[in-house]
Antibody
Framework: EVQLLESGGGLVQPGGSLRLSCAAS????????MSWVRQAPGKGLEWVSA????????SYADSVKGRFTISSDNSKNTVYLQMNSLRAEDTAVYYC??????????????WGQGTLVSVSS | EIVMTQSPATLSVSPGERATLSCRAS??????LAWYQQKPGQAPRLLIY???TRATGIPARFSGSGSGTEFTLTISSLQSEDFAVYYC??????????FGQGTKLEIK
């Protein structure tokens, strides 16, 4: 059974940093791309970032480019999202999601339950 | 960026009736289109990919159609558990993922 468990969310001040983690199990981690998708309170889904199964290809939404960094550790079956220079508009539930193929141009067939990031002074 | 536009924003349908949700892409995404269902307090769930292929475990009352820029999700006979928010998403190669703004399917 595929399981994705996010952690690392919390309250942070504007300009601060946070690192999210997503521990994966139940599938061959290096064979699938992973994404982070966020959802602001009461709003829709916004894709944030993706990384290929091998970790050699990454992509970012314009809204986070230059501030967020995605990475993965295949030995730990874990994907990370380092978030710097956080803004109030980054407040959201952040979901980790597994793609159906090794590269990110594929649908997201499993999702974690999400971790809440609140950016406020 | 490919913009995805869903309509209507809210759809009121009675249980047992058919629901038809629309999604339009600002440029062709071929068949690289997925539909997700999200219930309050839950993560999204993949329903349809490749515009028309049901994901594992999805009931046959859910069907998808379309290609290029126009797509439709049809729920043939609404059950109580189907009332939720539905999102379309394009995953065309060389373009970042983008989601539609969602259609809320509510009980009439």
């Amino acid at each position: 059974e595929v399981q994705l468990l996010e952690s690392g969310g919390g309250l942070v001040q504007p300009g601060g940093s946070l690192r999210l983690s997503c521990a994966a199990s139940g599938f061959t981690f290096s064979s699938y791309a992973m994404s982070w998708v966020r959802q602001a309170p009461g709003k829709g889904l916004e894709w944030v970032s993706a990384i290929s199964g091998s970790g050699d290809s990454t992509s970012y939404a314009d809204s986070v480019k230059g501030r967020f960094t995605i990475s993965s550790d295949n030995s730990k079956n874990t994907v990370y999202l380092q978030m710097n220079s956080l803004r109030a508009e980054d407040t959201a539930v952040y979901y980790c999601a597994k793609a159906t193929e090794v590269y990110s141009s594929s649908p997201l067939d499993h999702w974690g339950q999400g971790t809440l990031v609140s950016v406020s002074s | 960026e490919i913009v995805m536009t869903q309509s209507p924003a809210t759809l009121s349908v009675s249980p047992g009736e058919r629901a038809t949700l629309s999604c339009r892409a600002s440029q062709s995404v071929s068949s690289n289109l997925a539909w997700y269902q999200q219930k309050p307090g839950q993560a999204p769930r993949l329903l349809i990919y490749g515009a028309s292929t049901r994901a594992t475990g999805i009931p046959a009352r859910f069907s998808g159609s379309g290609s290029g820029t126009e797509f439709t999700l049809t729920i043939s006979s609404l059950q109580s558990e189907d009332f939720a928010v539905y999102y379309c998403q394009q995953y065309n190669k060389w373009h970042p993922y983008t989601f539609g703004q969602g259609t809320k399917l509510e009980i009439k």
